[in-house]
């Protein structure tokens, strides 16, 4: 009799055991994409998803969008692109504007997880402390996109993103071919942000051997919080009192601090070569007038379509591997110093007075003729 009943306790066990396993076992993921859920999470997360690999029509879903703040021009335009898609496929799209407060960022993304969102596409203000974010939506079964700034040191998920390493190099680039030798003023953007980082890399590898060489002095380093344009100002003035004007070039890490550096330039009369990226309406006027080399084009439209799609995947429980068009980069793994994050890579262009016009006029329509050349007499126009 204890035989027997001993046999059907095991014969439970192991029933619990594979009953278990089924339960979690949820169908494939890509390499390096191994997030967990707590067991009070997975409860929540059956309430509001579906299984994974099970359909969900798209027009069910709920997207969840937290960006860090607005005051830029490109996030805007962004967010714009992002309700385009959403109205174009028929889903409900939440937005959220933490205007540079992390902890503000922390409640909103709270609100978008209790309004039952299916995925949250995340561009944190905050690489550094937005664990708690990534947390919070794995207990309710939400899987995170990091969007253009890479979430550090926690479980994301899935990374959209420019490859930052290679503005850097460009903006680099823009300088040293102007201005080979000379003083230098050196504006890193914001130290909060880990593509700030990747981009003073990228700048680095270019401009290491002109300084060793002793053909490039850089008499003024800096970061400049939340990519502040009066920051870049301040460091400006105050590099250019310390140098008494003695100035050559100046590597400006975005449009709105090389702005902010243009100012204080343009008061003591001086113009020497600045970088800049993200292609922002003042910064093209400004290069096809002469005060700003170049700027780093990232084809917006194509990084937020790129996340666009893998969110639909997530939420309709489709296959990840083949959600994004090949067309618009490539997968890739980057590490965030916690895992090595699935990561989709959209390649960047370099602009400059010769090539703005095709680029961003004609190709990709992303400023309009007469915004760019405003300045500029009609007779300098290119033709059309």
Known sequence: MCKYVK???????????????????GGSAPAGNSGTTSPAGTAAANDQQPAAGAAKDIKDIKVGVSVGHTQEERWQREIDMFKAYADEHGFELLVQS???????????????????????????????????????????????ISYDRFA???????YITFDSFKVGVVQATFVTEKAPEGNYIWLKGAAEDNNAHLVA?????????YIDNGDIEIVLEQWCKGWDPNEALKHTE??????????????????????GAIQALAAQGLYVPI????????????????????????????????????????????DTTNAIDP????????SNNFKDVDSFSVDVIAVDKDNIYD???????????EDVYKNVPKDQWPAE
């Not at 067309?327 to 793994?333: D, K, P, Y």
Request: glycine share 8%; proline share 2%.
């Open 7 to 25: 046999s059907i306790a095991s014969v439970l066990a192991l029933v619990m055991i594979l009953t278990i396993a089924a339960g979690c076992s």
């Open 98 to 144: 933490a205007e540079n407060s992390a902890q503000k960022q922390v409640s909103q993304c709270e609100n978008l997880v209790n309004q039952g969102i299916d995925v949250l596409i995340l561009q944190s203000l905050d690489a550094s402390a937005v664990a708690p974010i990534i947390d919070m939506a794995h207990e309710e079964g939400i899987k995170v």
């Open 152 to 158: 550090m040191n926690c479980d994301l998920d899935y």
């Open 201 to 209: 890399a990228g700048q680095q590898s270019i401009l290491q051997p």
């Open 238 to 259: 105050n590099a250019l009192t310390n140098a008494n004007n003695d100035i050559q070039g100046v590597v400006a890490s975005n449009d709105g601090t090389a702005g």
């Open 275 to 318: 970088s800049g990226q993200d292609a922002d309406l003042a910064a093209c006027q400004r290069i096809v007038e002469g005060t700003q080399t170049g700027t780093v084009y990232k084809p917006l439209a194509r990084l937020n379509r790129s996340a666009m799609e893998l969110a639909v995947a997530i939420a309709t429980g489709q």
């Open 327 to 334: 067309a618009l980069g490539e997968w890739t793994q980057l």
């Open 359 to 369: 680029i961003l006029v004609v190709q990709d329509e992303f400023h309009k003729l």
